[in-house]
C-alpha cells in the first residue's frame, strides 16, 4: 500500500491522488511511433514477426522503456508471461530463443550497426538483458516521449 485515503473524501483529492498514481506507474505512453520504431529495428535485424515470442520481445522493449532499471527475472518476465498467458520462465526462454534463431542466420553488417564486435573484432550473440538494453538505448526516454505528446 502506497496511499490510504478515509472515507468520506472529497472527489476533486479523489481524482488528483488517480491522475497523479497513474502518471506515477505509467509516466509517457509509448505512441504507435516509438512501436512502429521498435518493429522497424526489429524487423531490420531479421525478426520474424509472426511469433508469439515477437509480440513479447516487442512488449519486453515497450515496458523496459517504461521502467528503466527493472529486474528482468524479477520483474519483467513475470509481467510479460502474464500477458501472453504463460510462465515468466516460458517468456524468457521464448523471447531468448527467439534473440538466438535470429542471432543465427543474421546479417552482420546489419547487426553490428546495433551491437559493435569486441575489442578482438568477434561478433558474439547478446545476452536477453544486453538485447533489451541496447533496443531501449535507441528509443526516444520517457521524458522525450512525454514531450512529444504535447506538441
Known amino acids: 500500500v502506497s496511499y490510504i485515503m478515509m472515507r468520506p473524501c472529497e472527489i476533486g483529492a479523489m ?42 520481445l516487442v512488449d519486453a522493449i ?5 521502467h528503466p532499471g527493472a529486474f ?12 501472453h498467458g504463460t510462465t515468466a520462465l516460458s517468456a524468457e526462454k521464448d523471447i531468448r530463443m527467439l534473440i538466438h534463431s535470429t542471432w ?5 553488417r546489419i547487426w553490428q550497426l546495433y551491437f559493435p564486435p569486441d575489442a578482438q573484432g568477434n561478433s558474439i550473440r547478446p545476452s536477453n538483458s544486453v538485447f533489451l538494453a541496447r533496443m531501449v538505448q535507441h528509443l526516444p526516454t520517457p521524458l522525450e516521449r512525454a514531450g512529444q505528446s504535447d506538441v
Not at 62 to 66: E, G, N, R, S
Open 104 to 108: 543465427q542466420r543474421r546479417d552482420d
Open 15 to 56: 481524482v488528483d491522488r488517480i491522475q497523479d498514481l497513474a502518471t506515477r506507474s505509467n509516466p509517457a505512453e509509448i505512441s504507435l511511433d516509438t512501436v512502429s520504431q521498435i518493429k522497424r529495428i526489429l524487423n531490420r535485424l531479421g525478426f520474424a514477426n509472426n511469433l508469439r515470442s515477437y509480440a513479447m
Open 72 to 83: 528482468l527475472s524479477k520483474e519483467l518476465y513475470p509481467v510479460i508471461g502474464k500477458r
Open 62 to 66: 515497450i515496458w523496459l522503456a517504461d
